[in-house]
């Protein structure tokens, strides 16, 4: 079976020659371009779900999620297009430091589980402070 890695490799390539007649540089900002526009997509959805567009669209949960997987292979896609022989590793090594913090919000100080209660959510929310602008987590004073 293919790994999600083996399907982007093999969807890059087809999108690769596709755009063949296109300078490298372009095709990546154009897959860049091609996350917000997935992103912008779920964001649709969701209005549509909340009744909250003009044009009657309904929508389900569904979609929503349909549209952020969209979002996500753009962006493992515009990963390997910009570095197609290092994309695993790099997205291994910045999901590992973007979550670290989480996983020591889970984890008590002599190494047992945190439990769901409402102290365990207020710790957790605590370490979590998030920087829209430049998508860092915050260190906490």
Same mark, same amino acid.
């Given at each position: 079976? /293919?790994?999600?890695?083996?399907?982007?490799? *093999?969807?890059?390539?087809?999108?690769? @020659?596709?755009?063949a007649h296109l300078p490298d540089e372009e095709l990546k900002s154009l897959q !860049?371009? *091609? !996350?917000?526009?997935? %992103?912008? =997509?779920?964001?649709? %959805?969701?209005?549509?779900? *909340?009744?909250?567009?003009?044009?009657? /669209? /309904?929508? %389900?949960?569904?979609?929503?999620?349909?549209?952020? !997987?969209?979002?996500?292979?753009?962006?493992?896609? @515009?990963?390997?297009?910009?570095?197609?022989?290092?994309? #695993?590793?790099?997205?291994?090594?910045?999901?590992?430091?973007?979550? #670290?913090?989480?996983r020591e919000a889970t984890s008590t100080r002599d190494g047992t589980a945190m439990?769901?209660? %409402?102290?365990? @959510?207020? =710790?957790?929310?605590? !370490?979590? @402070?998030?920087?829209? /602008?430049?998508?860092?987590?915050?260190?906490?004073?």
């Amino acid at each position: 079976m /293919d790994t999600l890695w083996d399907n982007i490799e *093999k969807l890059s390539a087809v999108c690769r @020659a596709a755009g063949a007649h296109l300078p490298d540089e372009e095709l990546k900002s154009l897959q !860049v371009g *091609k !996350v917000a526009e997935e %992103a912008g =997509e779920a964001m649709h %959805a969701l209005h549509g779900l *909340k009744g909250l567009t003009t044009c009657g /669209d /309904d929508h %389900a949960w569904s979609e929503v999620q349909n549209d952020l !997987v969209g979002a996500v292979i753009a962006a493992l896609l @515009a990963m390997h297009y910009i570095d197609p022989t290092g994309a #695993r590793a790099t997205f291994d090594e910045v999901l590992h430091r973007r979550t #670290r913090r989480g996983r020591e919000a889970t984890s008590t100080r002599d190494g047992t589980a945190m439990n769901s209660t %409402a102290a365990g @959510a207020t =710790e957790l929310r605590s !370490v979590l @402070a998030f920087d829209g /602008d430049c998508g860092r987590t915050l260190r906490r004073q």
